[in-house]
């Protein structure tokens, strides 16, 4: 059974990126539809699925990271406008029975993803 996961981590505090704000969207053509908000766990997770079994569907989605607002209530110094302020990661389910795990490493300067297992 497939489902939808994701996990940040701080690269710059060597840490997870617990309390990180992330919104799961699906894209219908130019219309988003938000699926989920929620701030990450201590170990910079959702407390379950962005997406369960049964809610799993192929299309297209956006995870929505926002990178700034976590690093400033870090106390990060950062520049107006930051450098990196939020993070969007478009993405496509094919298998609605597979597991997709999005991670993001981020630090405000760069950040880095990949399909995880």
Not at 33 to 48: C, I, M, Q, S, V
Not at 79 to 91: C, K
Request: negative net charge.
């Amino acid at each position: 059974m497939g489902h939808l996961s994701t996990h940040v981590l701080d690269t710059a505090h060597g840490c997870p990126a617990a309390g990180m704000r992330v919104k799961l969207q699906r894209r219908d053509g130019d219309e988003l539809t938000t699926l989920r908000d929620l701030a990450l766990n201590d170990d910079g997770r959702a407390d379950g699925p962005l997406l369960a079994a049964h809610e799993m569907a192929v299309g297209r989605y956006r995870l929505v990271f926002e990178v700034a607002p976590y690093f400033r209530a870090r106390g990060v110094a950062l520049p107006e406008p930051p450098f990196i302020d939020v993070v969007q990661l478009d993405f496509g389910i094919a298998d609605a029975a597979g597991h997709y795990h999005v991670p993001l490493l981020v630090s405000p300067w760069a950040y880095s993803s990949y399909r995880g297992s």
